[in-house]
């Protein structure tokens, strides 16, 4: 089966990540499982493929695509994307990577396409499996931490607070959506819809 597109969520694999700022890309891929396996007619199914990485197939605004989730950690994520490229005859063109970003605040969203990595290390990790920033990333952002997190990668292997995991849902409904604009309408109408939208919460402090 030909694949339009793949949606790469970044995060940790472990129980212990779950929660965590870093696993925002793996929260709304998630969030796309539990949509498409509520309903029929976006047939989802897992894909028993071997690598490092969970994948699986599902019909999204209008078309056939995969979703994946690395599980060679962060900074190896791609190996696994170049190999679900490769495997499915897909270009960086193809690829959208969904990533916690330091610089929006939590409650913020911007869509672009190629660009730095910001020192992400799975940005920076696909980008040299891959030959090229020029993919397409989803930025979810998780805003900088307060002076008590000294070390960046304190912050972003710290969970949630209980009142910002409150906001997550809506956050990553509104992210969703705006996939699927960009997948039926094109960029222009995707990042109208995505990098406008701004929500309060607890942390960030924006308004709506």
């Not at 920033?133 to 960046?152: N, S, T, V, W």
């Not at 990553?172 to 939208?197: C, E, S």
Request: aromatic share 8%; charged share 25%.
């Amino acid at each position: 089966m030909d694949y339009k597109s793949v949606i790469v969520g970044l995060g940790n694999p472990g129980k212990e990540y779950e929660a965590t700022r870093h696993n925002i890309g793996f929260m709304l891929v998630d969030r796309l499982l539990a949509t498409a396996g509520d309903r029929k007619n976006m047939h989802l199914e897992k894909l028993e493929e071997s690598g490092d990485y969970d994948l699986w197939r599902v019909k999204f605004a209008g078309a056939y695509r995969l979703l994946a989730k690395p599980m060679t950690y962060m900074n190896l994520s791609g190996k696994a994307v170049a190999r679900i490229c490769g495997r499915h005859g897909l270009t960086s063109d193809d690829v959208l990577v969904v990533h916690d970003e330091l610089d929006l605040g939590l409650g913020r969203l911007k869509l672009k396409k190629g660009g730095g990595n910001n020192g992400h290390n799975g940005l920076k990790s696909i980008e040299e499996h891959l030959g090229t920033p020029d993919f397409h990333r989803l930025r979810i952002g998780i805003g900088r931490p307060a002076e008590k997190y000294a070390d960046i990668s304190d912050w972003v292997l710290t969970p949630f607070s209980t009142e910002d995991t409150a906001c997550i849902p809506d956050l990553l409904a509104h992210a969703v959506k705006g996939l699927d604009i960009f997948y039926r309408r094109g960029t222009a109408f995707a990042v109208q819809h995505i990098n406008g939208f701004s929500m309060e919460t607890p942390e960030s402090g924006n308004t709506a």
